[in-house]
């Protein structure tokens, strides 16, 4: 149990620091001509590689609930794409609190999906979260709305990261070797799909060989962060692991501020705050409600 117990936030503190700091060797990609688009189809390609393997057996799991399985895997693909999308463009930090804006639209969509209500402290959720939003991209003049693409990508990466809980939750009996398999079969089957819209096939010729060992690691890793923060989830209190995946956003404030010159500004912050204190409120609720 005690080993359980240490596994599981040793897991969640790697996914935190992995995610805090994956958005730098994407932009180092970037800046040597290989965009989101090549380098998450190869470093999510690694993933599933390495996952089939290692977790064959698991297909069947995912047979079981192909329906399931296939929504998962495209609420889940876009999540990740669409986070490495965001932060290659704009600022990092925006780009999580947008991100964290998760616990809102999972309280919406368990609404619509598995007819779950609100109530009080779900109101309360949903209020931190949308004052958040406003205070953070409120300019004065201009509605309060994402500021670009990015901002734009970030939101809805969010969104689907909610999905991917609602819909998980749907699929209890899903197995977490088969949801970490669908993770990175969603991830690679919707960026070949940009990929084919936005490249040629001979794009990936061009890439060197450091950068082929570069994003071979980097699929490694990936691959290690979502099966530990899949155990992380599934063995600690939903309260502890909401406080645990904000040092995230530790990492990634230092890290932008460090390698990007990127700072927010203290509107930016007081909005960000809120946005935070709904996300831990969030998981302090999961944690009380009766099972």
């Known amino acids: 149990m005690l080993k359980h117990r240490q596994l599981s936030i040793f897991g969640l503190l790697f996914g ?11 932009r180092q990609l970037e ?22 393997v290692a977790f064959a057996r698991h297909w069947r799991d995912l047979m079981r609930v192909p329906k399931e399985a296939l929504w998962i895997g495209i609420a889940a693909g876009w999540t990740n794409l669409g986070y490495v999308l965001a932060v290659l463009e704009g600022e ?12 809102l639209w999972t309280l919406l969509l ?40 990015a901002e734009w990508i970030a939101l809805s ?3 689907g990261f909610a999905a991917t809980n609602v819909l998980t939750r749907r699929a209890g009996h899903l197995t977490l070797k088969a949801k970490s398999l669908s993770v990175w079969a969603g991830v690679c089957a919707l960026a070949l799909v940009f990929f084919l819209f936005k490249h040629s096939p001979s794009a990936m010729s061009a890439v060197s060989g450091d950068q082929w060992l570069m994003m071979t690691v980097m699929g490694l890793v990936l691959a290690a962060t979502t099966w530990l923060v899949q155990f992380g989830v599934t063995h600690t209190p939903a309260n502890r692991a909401a406080v645990i995946f904000m040092f995230e956003l530790v990492v990634a404030a230092l890290s932008s501020w460090l390698l990007a010159g990127e700072i927010l500004t203290p ?20 944690m009380s409600a009766p099972k």
Not at 16 to 26: K, R, S
Not at 92 to 98: K, P, Y
Not at 111 to 130: D, F, H, P, T, Y
Request: glycine share 12%; hydrophobic share 55%.
């Open 157 to 159: 990466a969010g969104m």
């Open 267 to 286: 509107r930016e912050w007081a909005g960000g705050a809120m946005i935070i204190l709904a996300a831990l409120y969030s998981g302090q609720v999961e």
């Open 16 to 26: 935190a620091i992995v995610w805090g700091l994956i958005w730098y060797p994407y």
């Open 110 to 149: 368990a609404r619509l999906l598995l007819n779950e209500k609100a109530g009080q402290q779900g109101l309360v959720i949903m209020a931190l979260s949308l004052t958040g939003m406003f205070v953070m991209l409120w300019q004065g003049s201009s509605w309060p709305l994402p500021q670009n693409w």
């Open 31 to 52: 800046l040597a001509g290989i965009s989101g688009i090549q380098s998450s189809l190869v470093t999510y390609g690694v993933a599933l590689a390495l996952g089939a």
């Open 92 to 103: 990092v930090m925006r780009v999580l609190l947008l991100f964290y804006l998760a616990p």
